[in-house]
């Protein structure tokens, strides 16, 4: 065997091979010499710090080889990707290629699997190469986090994707085809029978062209609920149906779960309908839609729902089967009740009995009592209908309380010990308080504009407490100017103590995080390899993979198909040569098993980049449609002899192949 073959060891002369800094290699092989030691307090006096740094620092501080407690799957937000975060190091573990095209993971640069996927996130036949991801929701059992799969939206094309946890890929993605845009999503019920996608901003089912003038009548929300096949790990889309809503803008949403399962809940505003038309001499949307002093929190009774459209009282809009919004007011399904000015978050509490909703223009958080809500329901005591013949119960009837948080209040999460966190904007602080009592007991600042909060386990029925993550929108100068867009803030703060603490911010460089959740890092068994010749999008050996020796290239009229190994250090076949025209299917097996021995195999002028961990399969197609001489070699550096790691490709132009 090659004797460099494995360059992790000794790291010095990995290092040299691999033409990195060595600075970096020399601290972690030399010992520090103990005449070299500088005391903690020189140390601090240096830097600056003060005893809370220091407190701060050991508490996040993670030794290299030594993991995380937590990770964190945070939305990408406008970067269209999830990131893996782990805690409290909040080291940035992954960025998950989802909705955008990304090299280094060879998602939507040949790969066909990836190809495949992207293409379920085609919006009637067009690509949408970006997203607005808001919330990342992971599957469920019994109401607790399973580590099996994560289900994020996308805001701007009302889609929705699944994410496998035993490999950290993506492997489906759904588009949603009658609404414009959707933000209550993805959320999941206790058992992750479905994803639950609401729509924001109304628009006529199906997207088709109606007058805004007729917005009243025509417009509408919808609440999708995706089917999910836990044995497939896939959203089964002939299984999916929906619930058509009144044209309030549905907001935030969140499953019920113990007592409140098989019920959805969703925030609206805008139930004014305003539809802004500034030249029109109308006020602003955002003004027009701030008029009432009452909103709508829908409540949905998904089991009742369900029932119905296995009855067949749906009518079939773009292939989807929606139940009507006359059926489901006049059948229970669907219920408001009136919630404080422009709410935001909506939260269900731990115990299922709670649902929290924070006014964005309100100083309350609103808790909502479920038994008041479900006995209203039962005894139909309704305050009267809305104009869509949805009833409506009392306020007063159904709360069990407010409490004073201060100037914009938005989400909520919770702990091991009764005490709710919510995000206040405005106030830009994170507000603890106990359900007991429903009182503050505690405010921390945080910088700058909190959005989402997030907890370890903070939306499960079994919250860890500990760690309470503050996702700020604004870093202002948190941090050394990259110019005039900045970084949004994450704050991990450690609410294990009667007081919290702040310890750690961590720069988000991708896009605007929206939501994220937390969970115990023992929950996840991500895999290490694949058996050699696995499709990672079908999880079964592929049909195109390669044995050791039975590498070859065959032709069949204009199709070529090689069958390509790789392996430390070489592609076999390292030499292709087609004619122009020609359509070219390669059909590469890693053969690796060792941990982290990734190839990549990239393709000069033809946009290929495919990744290839260890004993992963992957198939390329493509058109040989540009004659001429194309070096095909290995992108991830991966033994002394990478760079020898390459071979031609070549495409004898037409003329010479006659
Ligand atoms: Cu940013 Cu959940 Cu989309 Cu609130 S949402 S902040
Ligand atoms: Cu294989 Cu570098």
């Not at 914009?408 to 602080?429: C, M, N, Q, R, W």
């Amino acid at each position: 065997m090659d004797p460099f073959a494995r360059i992790a060891r000794p790291a010095t002369l990995g290092c040299a091979l691999a033409g990195v800094a060595l600075t970096g290699c020399q601290s972690e092989t030399a010992a520090p010499a103990a005449s070299g030691r500088v005391s903690v307090r020189d140390l601090m006096k240096e830097r600056g710090l003060d005893e809370n740094d220091v407190e701060a620092a050991l508490k996040t501080y993670t030794r290299g080889g030594k993991g995380d407690d937590y990770m964190i799957f945070a939305s990408g937000g406008h970067g269209g990707q999830v990131l893996a975060i782990g805690v409290p190091s909040m080291r940035m573990l992954k960025v998950i290629g989802v909705f955008t095209p990304e090299p280094w993971q060879g998602w939507g640069y040949g790969s066909q699997g990836a190809k495949e996927v992207l293409a379920g996130g085609r919006q009637e036949g067009r690509d949408i190469t970006w997203a607005d991801v808001h919330h990342p929701n992971l599957s469920e059992t019994e109401g607790d986090y399973d580590g099996k799969y994560l289900f994020v939206n996308d805001k701007s094309s009302a889609r929705v994707a699944v994410i496998d946890l035993s490999d950290f890929m993506t492997k489906q993605i759904v588009a949603n085809p009658l609404i414009g845009s959707d933000h209550g999503g993805a959320f999941v019920d206790p058992n992750t029978n479905y994803i639950i996608e609401t729509s924001q901003y109304p628009t006529p089912l199906g997207r088709d062209y109606v007058p805004i003038s007729e917005y009243a009548t025509k417009y509408r929300g919808l609440a999708m609920f995706w089917k999910f096949d836990k044995q497939k790990g896939r959203i089964d889309e002939k299984g999916s149906w929906a619930v058509e809503l009144p044209p309030y803008t549905q907001d935030l949403a969140d499953a019920g779960k113990k007592v409140s399962d098989g019920y959805v809940f969703i925030n609206s505003f805008n139930t004014e309908l305003a539809t802004g038309g500034i030249l029109e001499g109308n006020p602003p949307l955002e003004s027009g839609a701030s008029k009432n002093d009452m909103d709508y929190l829908h409540i949905i009774d998904w089991k009742k729902a369900e029932q119905l459209v296995a009855a067949g009282k749906t009518v079939e809009i773009k292939g989807v089967r929606v139940l009507p919004l006359q059926t489901a007011a006049e059948e229970g399904v669907l219920t408001l009740v009136g919630e404080p000015k422009s709410p935001h978050g909506c939260d269900v509490t731990p115990d299922g009995t709670g649902i929290v909703v924070g006014g964005k223009l309100d100083t309350h958080a609103t808790v909502y009592e479920f038994s008041k809500i479900k006995d209203a329901i039962a005894q139909k005591r309704f305050e009267g209908k809305d104009a869509y013949g949805v009833p409506i119960l009392g306020f007063k009837d159904t709360i069990r309380g407010q409490v004073e948080i201060g100037l914009g209040p938005l989400h909520t999460v919770f702990d091991d010990k009764g005490f709710a966190y919510t995000s206040v904007f405005i106030e830009t602080v994170v507000a603890k308080w106990s359900m007991a009592d429903m009182k503050v007991v505690e405010k921390l600042p945080v910088h700058y504009n909190i959005g989402h909060i997030m907890a370890a386990e903070g939306d499960t029925v079994s919250p860890d407490g500990k760690w309470v993550v503050a996702m700020n929108k604004m870093s202002v100068d948190r941090f050394s100017n990259v110019g005039p867009l900045k970084p949004q803030n994450f704050q991990l703060i450690d609410a294990s103590g009667p007081k919290m603490k702040l310890l750690y911010d961590m720069p988000i460089a991708i896009g605007e995080p929206h939501y994220s959740q937390m969970i115990a890092m023992d929950k996840l068994k991500p895999i290490y390899k694949y058996d050699v010749g696995v499709n990672p999008f079908t999880h079964q050996p592929d049909p195109h993979r390669v044995e050791a020796g039975k590498e070859r290239i065959e032709r069949n009229g204009r199709d070529v198909h090689v069958y390509m190994t790789a392996i430390r250090s070489h592609f076999t076949p390292d030499r292709v040569e087609v004619n122009e025209g020609d359509t070219v299917h390669l059909h590469i097996t890693s053969l690796e098993q060792a941990d982290d021995q990734v190839h990549g195999f990239s393709l000069n002028m033809h946009n290929i980049n495919v990744s290839l961990e260890p004993g992963k399969h992957e198939n390329v197609t493509f058109v040989a449609d540009r004659p001429g001489v194309f070096p095909m070699y290995c992108t991830e550096f991966c033994s002394a002899l990478h760079l020898e790691m390459a071979g031609y490709f070549l495409v004898k132009p037409a003329s010479a192949a006659l």
